[in-house]
């Protein structure tokens, strides 16, 4: 997956293009992000059903930062995967 950076507003809006994304990924981490104290809201659409690549538009809560709203979302999604894949391994 590669990301790109389309719009950055003064660390309040960002938007990423998740090139090689579909609706599996970006629903996971918008619902993440949803979670997110320091998220307002976010969301995103696909333009065509057959581009794997995905926009995710992340807006900040009031007096947040961007950058450390979609730092704790990744961190607190990659927690639950290892935390999923330790309770698989548990079943062996």
């Known amino acids: 997956m590669k990301v790109k950076i389309l719009e950055y507003n003064e660390d309040k809006e960002i ?11 970006a629903n996971i981490i918008r619902e993440f992000l949803c979670d997110a104290r ?5 969301g995103y659409y ?10 995710l538009v992340i807006k900040a809560a009031p007096k ?9 979302a990744c961190r607190d999604l990659a927690k639950s ?3 999923f894949y330790k309770l698989l391994e548990k079943t062996k």
């Open 64 to 72: 947040r930062k961007i950058d450390k709203a979609v730092r704790t």
């Open 15 to 25: 938007t990423l293009e998740l090139l090689g994304e579909g609706h599996t990924f």
């Open 38 to 42: 320091d998220v307002d809201s976010a």
């Open 81 to 83: 995967v290892d935390d």
């Open 46 to 55: 696909k333009e065509h059903p057959f581009v794997d690549k995905a926009k």
